[in-house]
């Protein structure tokens, strides 16, 4: 097997996880609250995390630890977004809308820094927008809050994509992501007793959802993304990674027998070609 087959595997195998994380989490959210769920999986994942980035603590400076702060709250925002979401919307839904984040991102970079937007992404923008107004016809749910808090959430991604090209050439970046989820574990902790959203019910599910999205998708996944990643060209690893959405339906589908209409499946599919389009001018 070559050495670029192997990591393509690798990153798709990171692909896998993150599209399991969706019915994974809207399972927790029947045994949890949102910022309990969330203090649970980022702490979990940030000691999963800290072997790899304790080796890397002689590069933390003020640069680090800002740029760190900046991700670590936006994360959590969106992740708090994406989880609640998911208590009113499917998991599919929630998957292709989160998935917006690539098209959104060159909308975003234009905005903050004029970068250029060639005619792939304008054609991706116009596909995603097209397949998300298909995928809320009546005939596949009216729009509700999870909805709406959902796109929200991709427009957070996006943003942090669009900071992480930037922090990522100026700090090490086993520091960034461990600064991330320690930051999203903390802010849980604090708004879990604020709010006082302490509803946890524990057993063998909750406890198979926390150990898959906290070692598995969150510290095992970035493993992999980080290590291979770099073993194989940018735009094969985006069109991957574009693959999470429709992972996250199969998935909604075995264990949750979700299904979309057949206008929905197609605005799916326009969101899809969406995100594609939008790598091939990458």
């Given at each position: 097997m070559s050495k670029r087959i192997?990591?393509?595997?690798?990153?798709?195998?990171?692909?896998?996880?993150?599209?399991?994380?969706?019915?994974?989490?809207?399972?927790?959210?029947?045994?949890?609250?949102?910022?309990?769920?969330?203090?649970?999986?980022?702490?979990?994942?940030?000691?999963?995390?800290?072997?790899?980035?304790?080796?890397?603590?002689?590069?933390?400076?003020?640069?680090?630890?800002?740029?760190?702060?900046?991700?670590?709250?936006?994360?959590?925002?969106?992740?708090?977004?994406?989880?609640?979401?998911?208590?009113?919307?499917?998991s599919t839904r929630s998957a292709f809308i989160t998935g917006l984040s690539v098209v959104l991102v060159p909308v975003i970079s234009f905005i903050m820094y004029r970068t250029r937007i060639d005619i792939f992404k304008i054609i991706g923008i116009v596909l995603s927008a097209g397949g998300l107004f298909l995928m809320f016809r009546p005939e596949n749910g009216p729009l509700n809050r999870g909805d709406v808090l959902t796109v929200l959430c991709a427009f957070t991604f996006a943003l942090i994509i669009v900071l992480i090209q930037r922090f990522s050439k100026r700090s090490n970046v086993l520091l960034l992501v461990f600064m991330q989820i320690t930051i999203v574990a903390s802010i849980s902790l604090v708004l879990m007793f604020l709010t006082k959203d302490i509803n946890i019910t524990f057993n063998g599910n909750?406890?198979?959802?926390?150990?898959?999205?906290?070692?598995?998708?969150?510290?095992?996944?970035?493993?992999?993304?980080?290590?291979?990643?770099?073993?194989?060209?940018?735009?094969?690893?985006?069109?991957?990674?574009?693959?999470?959405?429709?992972?996250?339906?199969i998935f909604a589908f075995i264990i949750f027998n979700e299904r979309l209409s057949s206008i929905g499946l197609i605005g799916g599919a326009l969101i899809f070609l969406g995100m594609i389009m939008s790598e091939f001018g990458s």
């Open positions: 192997k990591a393509d595997l690798m990153l798709l195998l990171a692909t896998v996880f993150w599209g399991m994380t969706f019915v994974t989490v809207k399972d927790a959210m029947n045994y949890s609250g949102t910022f309990s769920f969330l203090f649970m999986r980022f702490f979990l994942g940030a000691l999963a995390v800290f072997p790899f980035a304790v080796k890397n603590f002689k590069y933390f400076n003020r640069r680090t630890m800002v740029d760190g702060a900046v991700l670590g709250i936006l994360v959590f925002l969106g992740f708090a977004l994406q989880t609640a979401g998911l208590r009113e919307t499917s909750l406890a198979l959802d926390l150990i898959f999205t906290s070692v598995f998708a969150t510290a095992g996944a970035l493993v992999l993304q980080y290590k291979y990643q770099k073993q194989t060209s940018e735009a094969r690893a985006a069109i991957i990674y574009t693959l999470e959405p429709l992972f996250a339906s």
